[in-house]
């Protein structure tokens, strides 16, 4: 997939997309998804300390999904290394 740190960085300047954890709200901690893989998610640290997460899958079952307020995030703000599976339809 092209959803690596430095191609999001290109397409939306305004933020800072890194490979380790989220210190804040414009910092985005991705993971670069698997060539060919259909699912791609990020975290980012809002201003109140709360930890937000988002996956988009295509295909069978895709939609976009959250994390942060019924699935809560915890620990450091980083992007899981693995597909999160997260379910919340909304934050």
Known sequence: SNATAANLQGIEPSLSFVTTASTGPKVVSVVAPAAGATTWWAVVLSKSGTCYGIEDKSGSGGGTFY???TTVLSGTCTAP???P???DTSW
């Open 81 to 83: 290394a693995t597909d």
């Open 85 to 87: 599976n997260w379910t």
């Open 67 to 69: 994390a942060g307020t």
